[in-house]
């Protein structure tokens, strides 16, 4: 159907209208102007002037004081249509915290901040939303109840424009992305809804953000991009430069539990600058000051935190003040204004007179100069220790030698010297004490140490410093003999020496030498048929009663390698157990036969191992036993299962490594009935430090379940 008619029956003048629901609704242009006047039509090189001013949209507010943990919460507000910037005002005796809740759907919370309250401040700050939906709540957690409270909430749009941070279309996502996965905003088109963009995001593994843009809304450049680490909010703005734009989102290596995503297109009036106001952001007016800057943390209270704004301002005491190891402290002055610095903790200042600042390295000297002249300055200046460490080559301050006159710098370690310091006549002897320069003493020292050399002679007698082989006769003290020739007694080692005989060193090791040997043939067997070899090549040797009183244990340890022959053992023979008397754990026992000398094994376990537990369940959900529960380093055997189904209902019964672990078993259990399973084999649960569990499988009424078993580590 047309949308134009005639306004004239005849048809002589048509008029544009579009048809609704078979309706014609006249199409009009807006056209500017006073009376009289037209300034043309409304396009976008002529648009229409709005005048924009601060709007206070939605006001929420409470006066009712709060109990100790008691809350108040305000509705949800809708940053669609009615701003993004809340203002908060809170006023109480008692101190509480004060949260700001975000959500993409007015219901599901998807990110919430929170901010302590001391009692009696005046709390006023500015938040903005970034997600559709807002609200705001004071908890009093003080232990006590208030007296009073004021909380206030006012939602509005921008000083700037009112119009220009309405929201003009909103992409929202809350489904999972698989690994790889990706979404995809709407495209956004700015020449109708604004070139500003607010973006929330939370996932809880990691992502990657992508601003896209296109000239022609078919071709997409990446024209920003944000790695996201997973679990914190992510909140962003931007400002599109091309005709279109949208976000796409990219998951990273493992599959999403939970993603929330907003994208808001706004007009340009998006609050990213600074603004110095009472309401706060970054910056905020001093009470006793113009603008300063505040910070997180107050002086010595604890550690910095990351969004850490501190003033660069001194702390004045009169006394050195003392802070916590790590803490974040301001540096101090003193009352007359000076700043304190230390050295390792010790206040550096000099006391009055002749001052000493201790050891002082001279590293290098300046070529040519000493402060301004030739040498060091006239007078007996001290500057304590110096130590020399280099010396510029051929020069001292300009000159072959150091300066002349008495100046004095205090000890001098000189760490090298040329290769002939004293000249050639070092060697030289100088009469002892003679005068002259510090190379004439040096001279005199090295000539002292040539003539000491010459006095170091032996006393008088045989003494010699030669080969004791040469002086045999000298005494040198106790010698500790390491080593001796082949031979060292010489070719008579072997002559017999009497018994007594005085002589040298080697006639007395001869006769040592001898008396073994001497002794060696008086060393006999009494008369009889007596041997030394092995007992078994001389059976019928007698070597007297000998009495075992006991023998030694294995040469081989507990788990240690085996190795050698067995030993064979026997066992005591008992005609009953029940008469056997018990012994103390860790003792040594016999081992028990019976009268036909057959060894008594008990099977599987010790009689103080075995357990049974017997379960009535009506839950019919996984369970861990009691009695077989978890126990360190044990794991659960079992030997015997009986079970009996009371109900009208089949059922079977799964026995699980744990409660939520894999079925190692299952058993029937009929209806009416049920069955009893001896294992040849124990059952043998596989994880240690965790309970046997049984699994009904179904809700009935009632299962019987009865267990016999032991615990052990293998």
Known sequence: MADNVNYNPAGATPIATDDIGGVQHQRVKLTLGTDGVSDGDVSLTNPMPVHLELQHTVIDSSTTPLSNGASYTTPWFDAQHQGQNFTLVAVTDKAGKVEHEESLDGSTVAWSHETPYMAGESYRVHHDSFARYSRFRFTNDSGSAQSSLFFSVMQSMSAQASVAQNAYAISTSQTPLGIAGEWTSQAYDTKIGGMALTMFFVADVAATLYLEESVDGVTWDVTASAPYPGTIV????HVAHANFFRVRVVNGGTGQAFMRVQ???RFSGIPWKIKLDEYGNA?????????????TRDNNSSVPGTALTAVA?????ASVPTYSDGNLVLPTVTTAGDTRVTLDGE???LAAGTANIGDVDVLTLPAGTVAGGTSLPSGSNNIGDVDVATLPSGTVAGSATLPAGSNNIGDVDVLTVPADPFGVNADAIVAAGAAGSIQGKLRRATQGLEDLKSLIVLAAGTAAIGKLAANSGVDIGDVDVLTLPADPLGANADAIVAAGAVGSLSAKMRRMTQGLEDLKTLIVLGAGSAAIGKLAANSGVDIGDVDVASLTGGTIAHDAADSGNPIKTGARAVSSLATATLVAAADRSDAIADLDGAHIVKQLCPSADIKNERIADTAGTSAACTVFAAAASLRNYITTIAIFNSSATDAFVDFRDGAAGAILFTAPAPKGGGSVITFPVPLRQPTVN?????????AITT???SLVGFQSKA
Do not use: H, K
Request: hydrophobic share 50%.
């Open 263 to 265: 994208v808001v297109q």
């Open 347 to 349: 206040t550096v200042a």
């Open 703 to 705: 299962m019987y379940i």
């Open 234 to 237: 992510f909140n962003e703005m």
């Open 313 to 317: 301002g001194a702390l004045c005491r």
């Open 283 to 295: 910056v905020t007016q001093g009470s006793d000051a113009p603008w300063e800057v505040t910070g």
């Open 690 to 698: 965790t309970a046997l569990a049984y699994d009904v499988s179904a």
